[in-house]
């Protein structure tokens, strides 16, 4: 996989260059935001439940690959 200056600074890009790595980034930066939001609350939910029972939050139980 490409670092992230690799795939998107471009030296002296024309419109249509800039055009598409500004949606390539525009899906990566919507893709993390999903990721965020629907692992967050997982995670969020197991860290209450944990708070409520006393016991310690595993991570890896919560999410997984």
């Known amino acids: 996989m490409p670092s992230f200056e690799q795939e ?7 419109r249509w260059q800039a055009l598409r790595r ?5 899906l990566r930066l919507s893709r993390y935001a999903l990721l965020w939001l629907t692992r967050g609350v ?24």
């Open 8 to 14: 998107f600074i471009l030296e002296n890009p024309s």
């Open 42 to 65: 997982l995670v969020r939910r197991a860290y209450q439940r944990a708070q409520r029972s006393g016991k310690p939050l595993e991570l890896e139980a919560v999410i997984r690959d």
């Open 22 to 26: 500004d949606a390539r980034l525009l």
